[in-house]
Antibody, heavy 120, light 110 residues
């Protein structure tokens, strides 16, 4: 059974940093691309970032480019999202999602999400 | 502002069929067959229900079907059931390396 478990969310002040983690199980992690998506309270989904199966390719939404960094540790089946220079509009539930082998779509499995709140 | 446009809400009675549209610019919805659809119940994570325009993952009811015409993709749910009441999101590439979601459609089963 595929499982994705996010952690690392919390309350952070504007301008601060946070690192999210997503531990994967139930599939061969290093065979698949992975992504982060987010959902602001009461709003729709927004794709944030994606990474290729070996970490060689990283992709970002314009809204986070230059502030967020996606990475992965295939030896630990873990996906990361380093978030710097956080803004109020980054407040959202952040989901980790599994992708196909060599594509960013679809998101065939999702974690339960971790809440990030940016507020003073 | 979402890259893909969906109606904010649709409704139907049990047993009826409904269709949710997802309209994009010429370059994202039309030129590839990577449109996917997600169902999200309140407080839950999204769930993939259609991928590559028309395909259903294993375990998803055959009451869900997808199609595409021109620059509009569509999700049809036939034989509506109370548990189908949820938010539905479409997704597609917006460039060769970025992904967009529609704004979401709230389905109400009357």
């Amino acid at each position: 059974e595929v499982q994705l478990v996010e952690s690392g969310g919390g309350l952070v002040q504007p301008g601060g940093s946070l690192r999210l983690s997503c531990v994967a199980s139930g599939f061969t992690f290093d065979n698949y691309a992975m992504s982060w998506a987010r959902q602001a309270p009461g709003k729709g989904l927004e794709w944030v970032s994606g990474i290729s199966y070996n970490g060689g390719g990283t992709y970002y939404a314009d809204s986070v480019k230059g502030r967020f960094t996606i990475s992965r540790d295939n030896s630990k089946n873990t996906l990361f999202l380093q978030m710097n220079s956080l803004r109020a509009e980054d407040t959202a539930v952040y989901y980790c999602a599994k992708n196909p082998v060599r594509a960013l779509l679809p998101f065939d499995y999702w974690g339960r999400g971790t809440l990030v709140t940016v507020s003073s | 502002q979402s890259a893909l446009t969906q109606p904010a809400s649709v409704s139907g009675s049990p047993g009826q069929s409904i269709t949710i549209s997802c309209t994009g610019t010429f370059s994202d919805v039309v030129h590839d067959n990577y449109v996917s659809w997600y169902q999200q119940h309140p407080g839950k994570a999204p769930k993939l229900i259609i991928y590559d325009v028309i395909n259903r993952p294993s375990g998803v009811s055959n009451r869900f079907s997808g199609s595409k015409s021109g620059n509009t993709a569509s999700l049809t749910i036939s034989g509506l059931q109370p548990e189908d009441e949820a938010d539905y999101f479409c997704s597609s590439y917006t460039s060769s390396t970025t992904v967009g979601f529609g704004g979401g459609t709230k389905l109400t089963v009357l």
